[in-house]
Antibody
Framework: EVQLVESGGGLVQPGGSLRLSCAAS????????MGWVRQAPGKGLEWVSVISGSGGSTYYADSVKGRFTFSRDNPKTTLYLQMNTLRAEDTAVYYC????????????WGQGTLVTVSS | EIVMTQSPATLSVSLGERATLSCRAS??????LAWYQQKPGQTPRLLIY???TRATGIPARFSGSGSGTEFTLTISSLQSEDFAVYYCQQSNNWPWTFGQGTKVEIK
């Protein structure tokens, strides 16, 4: 069974930093691209970033480019999202997501971790 | 960035009726279009990918159609568990983008 467990969310002041982690299990981790999707309170879904199975390629939404860094540790089957220079508009639930092997869609979601940026 | 526009924002439907949800892309996304369902307090669930292929375990009452810029999700006979918010998402060009969602509510 695929399991994705996020951690690291919390309250941070504007301009601050936070690192999210996602521990994955139940599948061949290094064979799958992974992503982060966020959802602001009461709002819709937004792709934040995607990383290839090897970790050699990453893609970012314009809204986070230059501030967020997505990485993975394949031996530890763990993802990391380093978030710097946080803004109020980054407040959201951040979901770890397992991409389909063949399609640009999400087959499995973590339960999410809430990030609140506020003074 | 490709903008995905869903309509209507809210759809009121009676149990057993057909529901038709629309999704329009600002540029062609070929057939790289997916639909997700999200119930309150839950994570989204993949329903349809490739515009018309049902994901594993999705009932046959859900069907998708379209290509290019116009897409439709049809729920043939609404069941109580189908009342939720539905999102379309394109994966033709990065950044992959979602529509703003259509809420299907009980009439």
């Amino acid at each position: 069974e695929v399991q994705l467990v996020e951690s690291g969310g919390g309250l941070v002041q504007p301009g601050g930093s936070l690192r999210l982690s996602c521990a994955a299990s139940g599948f061949a981790f290094s064979s799958y691209a992974m992503g982060w999707v966020r959802q602001a309170p009461g709002k819709g879904l937004e792709w934040v970033s995607v990383i290839s199975g090897s970790g050699g390629s990453t893609y970012y939404a314009d809204s986070v480019k230059g501030r967020f860094t997505f990485s993975r540790d394949n031996p530890k089957t763990t993802l990391y999202l380093q978030m710097n220079t946080l803004r109020a508009e980054d407040t959201a639930v951040y979901y770890c997501a397992k991409r389909s092997a063949t399609e640009g869609v999400i087959e499995n979601w973590g339960q999410g971790t809430l990030v609140t940026v506020s003074s | 960035e490709i903008v995905m526009t869903q309509s209507p924002a809210t759809l009121s439907v009676s149990l057993g009726e057909r529901a038709t949800l629309s999704c329009r892309a600002s540029h062609s996304v070929s057939s790289n279009l997916a639909w997700y369902q999200q119930k309150p307090g839950q994570t989204p669930r993949l329903l349809i990918y490739g515009a018309s292929t049902r994901a594993t375990g999705i009932p046959a009452r859900f069907s998708g159609s379209g290509s290019g810029t116009e897409f439709t999700l049809t729920i043939s006979s609404l069941q109580s568990e189908d009342f939720a918010v539905y999102y379309c998402q394109q994966s033709n060009n990065w950044p992959w983008t979602f529509g703003q969602g259509t809420k299907v509510e009980i009439k």
